[in-house]
T-cell receptor, first 114, second 107 residues
Framework: DAGITQSPRHKVTETGTPVTLRCHQT?????MYWYRQDPGHGLRLIHY???????DKGEVSDGYSVSRSKTEDFLLTLESATSSQTSVYFC?????????????FGEGSWLTVV | EDQVTQSPEALRLQEGESSSLNCSYT??????LFWYRQDPGKGPEFLFT???AGEEKEKERLKATLTKKESFLHITAPKPEDSATYLC????????FGTGTRLQVFP
């Protein structure tokens, strides 16, 4: 158990509505990440944070924004959800961003956009 | 372009039938290779990190090895509880995941 809690775990929303996914960690790790996982694709990085209010884009960041106001919380927002954003979203954490640093994952949030 | 390929996509084994999963990569500047296990409806669970060719790590029935172009996850005498999807990821200046091998072990 990596001390990561995601909420909600499951959500169905309509196209065009805003959605926020929450990630809470109890490990006091500096780095936090949001990934999405889709069939036929490996896990893909959406955004990451390397400290409070310090965030950067990943490889699939279009249509997503993030915020980190506290070390323990990292929010992912879909400003206007689209069907292509139907996916499983994983929050992850790591102590640092170094080359060998291990990333630990949460249990996932299943999002369906109809 | 950096790439990570896992094979086979799916593998069915009888309990006790040893086998290997493959993770091949073409990247510039390998900084580490990671293996994860993922159960249905769960997040990936960290198994191993390998850093250099020739390195090996073991955990119970699993052994991971690394060469300059690929990594193998050897499963010795698997049990049904080893059934899962196994993911590998390669770190360069970013972390690149493969699509996984879905392993099913039957009694």
């Amino acid at each position: 158990d990596a001390g990561i809690t995601q909420s909600p775990r499951h959500k169905v929303t309509e196209t065009g509505t805003p959605v926020t996914l929450r990630c809470h960690q109890t490990e006091n790790h500096r780095y936090m990440y949001w990934y999405r996982q889709d069939p036929g694709h490996g896990l893909r990085l959406i955004h990451y944070s390397y400290g409070v209010k310090d965030t950067d884009k990943g490889e699939v960041s279009d249509g997503y924004s993030v915020s980190r106001s506290k070390t323990e919380d990292f929010l992912l927002t879909l400003e206007s959800a689209t069907s292509s954003q139907t996916s499983v979203y994983f929050c992850a954490i790591s102590e640092s961003g170094g080359s060998g640093n291990t990333i630990y994952f949460g249990e996932g949030s299943w999002l369906t956009v109809v | 372009e950096d790439q990570v390929t896992q094979s086979p996509e799916a593998l069915r084994l009888q309990e006790g039938e040893s086998s290997s999963l493959n993770c091949s990569y073409t990247v510039s500047g390998l900084r580490g290779l990671f293996w994860y296990r993922q159960d249905p409806g769960k997040g990936p669970e960290f198994l191993f990190t390998l850093y250099s060719a020739g390195e090996e790590k073991e955990k119970e029935r699993l052994k991971a090895t690394l060469t300059k172009k690929e990594s193998f996850l050897h499963i010795t005498a698997p049990k049904p509880e080893d059934s899962a999807t196994y993911l590998c990821a390669v770190r360069t200046d970013k972390l690149i995941f493969g699509t996984g091998t879905r392993l099913q072990v039957f009694p």
